[in-house]
């Protein structure tokens, strides 16, 4: 498709675990940005990655959260030992460069029990 | 710090009527980025308009029109002749350029928009 993906749309897993959440950028796109959204508000920055490279990562709330893109393209956000505190959607945007508009994924819906 | 004010919670509306979306925002950057987004019920953010610092021209596309405004800092979203498809959440968002090493977006806590027909 020529839109954003992620996978899996909803992920539901028990506090402590392991996810990996996946991105799919539109093609040829080099900034890549996770974001996470809680209800009734907006999605707040998490990570930013332009090409292979983690250019900004001040947004991750702890060392728990951690994010790839070894090839440029695809993109994985993975959280280790999960909380409650991490249920939320997260979102997957990309962009041509930095200063343009962000184009925006479905997003993973997570909830941790 | 850089900030974006949504001070509309909520807004309902009867559809054919005009509706503005207020957007307030706080920035020490000279250049910056001023964006719009919806957000409708199936929950997939879409594009509507990215504005430079630089460009205070109004735009119109369709229904639409955004009025940016750098003296009161102010980048609000015109509906015009609501529709029921109109009804979603509407962010405000700031780009927060980062020197040489991002963008991120810094968005408002967004404005829930019903109309009825």
């Known amino acids: 498709g020529a839109g954003v993906s992620q996978t899996p749309s909803n992920k539901v897993t028990e506090k402590g675990k392991y996810v990996e959440l996946r991105c799919d950028p539109i093609s040829g796109h080099t900034a890549l940005y996770w974001y996470r959204q809680s209800l009734g508000q907006g999605p707040e920055f998490l990570i930013y990655?332009?090409?292979?490279?983690?250019?900004?990562d001040s947004g991750l709330p702890n060392d728990r959260f951690f994010a790839v893109r070894p090839e440029g393209s695809v993109s994985t956000l993975k959280i280790q030992r999960t909380e409650r505190g991490d249920s939320a959607v997260y979102l997957c945007?990309?962009?041509?460069?930095?200063?343009?508009?962000?184009?925006f994924g479905p997003g993973t819906r997570l909830t941790v029990l | 710090a850089q900030k974006v004010t949504q001070a509309q919670t909520e807004i309902s509306v009867v559809e054919k009527e005009d509706v503005t979306l207020d957007c307030v925002y706080e920035?020490?950057?000279?250049?910056?980025?001023l964006f719009w987004y919806k957000q409708p019920p199936s929950g997939e953010l879409v594009f509507l308009i990215r504005?430079?610092?630089?460009?205070?021209q109004n735009e119109i596309s369709g229904r639409y029109s955004w009025n940016f405004q750098k003296s009161t800092s102010s980048f609000n979203f015109t509906i015009t002749a609501s529709q029921v498809v109109d009804s979603a959440v509407y962010f405000c968002?700031?780009?927060?350029?980062?020197?040489?090493?991002?963008?991120?977006?810094?968005f408002g806590k967004g404005t829930t928009l019903s109309v009825s027909s």
């Open positions: 920035t020490r950057d000279t250049t910056y980025y």
């Open positions: 990655f332009q090409g292979t490279g983690a250019a900004d």
């Open positions: 504005r430079n610092s630089f460009d205070e």
């Open positions: 968002a700031l780009s927060d350029l980062r020197g040489q090493a991002g963008t991120a977006l810094i």
């Open positions: 945007a990309s962009s041509w460069d930095r200063a343009r508009e962000q184009f």
